[in-house]
Structures are given as structure tokens and as C-alpha cells.
């Protein structure tokens, strides 16, 4: 069985530019979760995704958004980066919420 | 607000034992633990859920104190292939989401 995808794996853009990130989960797991990870703050939650709604939003700006699509493929946008919002950003999925999650090698976003 | 996790990082020669504890000020419905090695994705180690149910690998153990909102991760024998960053996750009240805290390093040494 495949694991999750993550495209791209590395990413540079400069501050005020948008950048979208996207996340392939496990073939039959409707669940996805983005968390953003960087060295002082650990793990950070964004949002969940079950069946193209999203059920749960972490404290993050607006600027941060989600969807999922019909094959729960998921996708992530950042507009207005700012240089604070260089991190990894990791999605995970499961079969439901919160069972087992199964983490994506991430992508590494740098803002300039 | 996020749990902590203590201590926050330890060093064991091969064959130790360590514990790796997780606190919150919130009431607790479960805890779940991860291990994430260097340039890795984290690893899903176990879940402990209120009322004592425990999900996870047969290798690992834990306790979850209800009561105190603290769970601990016992790693024993330790291996070189247990070093890593050890990640708990908490979910509380009614909300479907994992709140993480900042991670305890652990380097396992021959």
C-alpha cells in the first residue's frame, strides 16, 4: 500500500507571495490533517478534512486555508506568506479522525 | 494551550530504561504518542483512550492517568533504534484534533 504523498518536498517563495501544498493520503482514508512543524513549537495543528469538510481549524490566520477534493486529495494555501511561515508542513491521514495517523515526508516551505 | 512533555531530552546507553511523561491543564479524552527520527515523517507509536482502552504497538507501553490529565511512555531495553524526537498528542473535549506538545529528544548510545 502506497504511503501519503506530499508535493512539492522543498519550496522557496519570497514574503507576499501565495504558495499551495498538496497531500495524497493513503488510498481508502478519508481523514486528512495538516500540521505545520518548526524547531520552537513542535507540532502545530492547521485544520482536518473528512469527506471534503473541513471538521476542525487549528489558531492559525486566515491566510492559512484547506479544501479536499472527492478523492481525498488534499490541498493547502498560504497566501500573503509572511517569513514567520517557514516551516515543515506535514499532512497526515487516517481512516477516520483520529485513529492512526500516517504522516507524509512533509514539505519544507522557505520564505525570503 | 499545549501539553508538556518532560524532560526534554535524555541520553541512554543501550539496553536503559526510560519514561517520557505528557502533561495537561485540560481534561483529557486520549493521548497519542509518535516517534519521529531525524528528516522523518513521525510514526504513529499508540493511542490511549479514556475508560483505558489502549491501541498501539506490542513493543511500546504506557499509562494513562485519567484523572491527573498525564500519560506516560515507558521505553524499555532501549535500542540505538530508538532514538528520536518522542511526540504526545492530546485531544480533548469535543473537538476531533491533536494538540502536540514540543517533543522529547532521546538518543540512545552503544
Known amino acids: 500500500k502506497a504511503g501519503v504523498t506530499q508535493t512539492p518536498r522543498y519550496l522557496i517563495k519570497t514574503r507576499g507571495q501565495q504558495v499551495t501544498l498538496s497531500c495524497s493520503p493513503i488510498s481508502g482514508h478519508r481523514s486528512v490533517s495538516w500540521y505545520q512543524q518548526t524547531p520552537g513549537q513542535g507540532l502545530q495543528f492547521l485544520f482536518e478534512y473528512f469527506s471534503e469538510t473541513q471538521r476542525n481549524k487549528g489558531n492559525f490566520p486566515g491566510r492559512f486555508s484547506g479544501r479536499q477534493f472527492s478523492n481525498s486529495r488534499s490541498e493547502m494555501n498560504v497566501s500573503t506568506l509572511e517569513l514567520g511561515d517557514s516551516a515543515l508542513y506535514l499532512c497526515a491521514s487516517s481512516y477516520a479522525g483520529l485513529n492512526e495517523q500516517f504522516f507524509g515526508p512533509g514539505t519544507r516551505l522557505t520564505v525570503l | 494551550q499545549q501539553p508538556v512533555q518532560s524532560p526534554q531530552a535524555v541520553i541512554l546507553r543501550e539496553g536503559e530504561d526510560a519514561v517520557i511523561n505528557c502533561s495537561s491543564s485540560k481534561a483529557l479524552y486520549s493521548v497519542h504518542w509518535y516517534r519521529q527520527k531525524h528528516g522523518e515523517a513521525p510514526v504513529f507509536l499508540m493511542i490511549?483512550?479514556?475508560?483505558?482502552e489502549q491501541k498501539g504497538h506490542e513493543k511500546i507501553s504506557a499509562s494513562f492517568n485519567e484523572k491527573k490529565q498525564q500519560s506516560s511512555l515507558y521505553l524499555t531495553a532501549s535500542q540505538l533504534s530508538y532514538s528520536g524526537t518522542y511526540f504526545c498528542g492530546t485531544e480533548s473535549g469535543t473537538a476531533s484534533k491533536l494538540t502536540f506538545g514540543t517533543g522529547t529528544r532521546l538518543q540512545v548510545t552503544l
Open positions: 490511549l483512550l479514556k475508560g483505558g
